[in-house]
């Protein structure tokens, strides 16, 4: 079973100024449409996937749950790696991976109050 991904831009939610508060609004699925707005995902594990192969962070909020969201920088080549990863195709070495997602949750822990 393969799973089709859809982009969502994200904006800052007005009512939620001091707040974490986002509004996810689907887009038109376009090449171009893809690489004007972020990914944005609270899995740390897919996070330290795309991490590891090679995609850069554009940010990393971490809440005071110890939770953690990641932005990076939306691509069509992103869209294909989160889809490879979620219909396990995605080929990274496993060393890698797991000191990356380990790195990602200590920093999650590191911040809970």
């Not at 110890?66 to 069509?76: D, N, R, S, V």
Request: a positive charge; proline letters at 2%.
């Amino acid at each position: 079973m393969h799973r089709k991904l859809t982009f969502f831009a994200v904006e800052k939610s007005a009512a939620d100024q001091c707040a974490l508060g986002f509004i996810l609004i689907p887009n038109d699925n376009t090449m171009s449409q893809s690489e004007k707005f972020p990914f944005v995902t609270y899995d740390a594990a897919l996070a330290s996937a795309l991490i590891t192969k090679g995609y850069k962070v554009q940010s990393r909020r971490y809440l005071r749950s110890g939770k953690a969201y990641f932005t990076f920088h939306g691509a069509e080549s992103l869209k294909r790696a989160i889809e490879l990863y979620w219909n396990d195709g995605l080929l990274l070495n496993a060393r890698t991976l797991l000191a990356e997602y380990k790195r990602t949750v200590e920093k999650s822990n590191d911040r809970r109050i």
